[in-house]
């Protein structure tokens, strides 16, 4: 479970529709990746802005009137970083394990890691999959690093 503390209410985050409606409303690239699978990635990458996007999204469930600004999250975000650089690691490990665990997202994200692992049978030159190869690699090494 990830939680967030913002003042002095905690916020669980939840893998939903409401959450999968704000990733795609907010997140996505248009023709190429979904919002869930842009803050996955993004949260492999350890972008703080993928980070804020997954309890933007994750704390949807709490309504219009209870969920957290998005400039609440980030100023709780920033916060955190200023007082303890370790904390943002665990943040990042939660919200990728809340994702990645989800029963919600377990098909796509089995989708998503398939799509990954096609990479090499796509390229088409020897250039391409060794690029491919090496994509592969460092997704698997970032997922197993956020999952211990």
């Known amino acids: ?86 904390e943002i690691e665990k943040m990042f490990k939660d919200a990728f394990k809340a994702l990645d665990e989800s029963g919600f997202f377990r098909l796509q994200l089995k989708e998503y890691w398939k799509n990954i692992d096609m990479l090499e049978q796509l390229a088409e030159d020897e250039k391409e999959i060794k690029q491919a190869q090496m994509a592969k690699d460092m997704f698997t090494e970032k997922r197993k690093e956020l999952l211990v």
């Open 1 to 86: 479970m990830a939680f967030l503390t913002i003042g002095d209410k905690q916020y669980e985050a939840k893998t939903s529709f409401k959450f999968d409606r704000i990733a795609d409303k907010k997140y996505s690239s248009e023709g190429e990746l979904t919002g869930l699978e842009n803050i996955y990635q993004g949260l492999m990458g350890y972008k703080i802005k993928s980070l804020a996007a997954f309890w933007d999204c994750g704390t949807a469930h709490y309504g219009k009137r209870e969920q957290p600004s998005i400039e609440s999250i980030e100023d709780t975000i920033e916060r955190i970083i200023e007082e303890d650089e370790k």
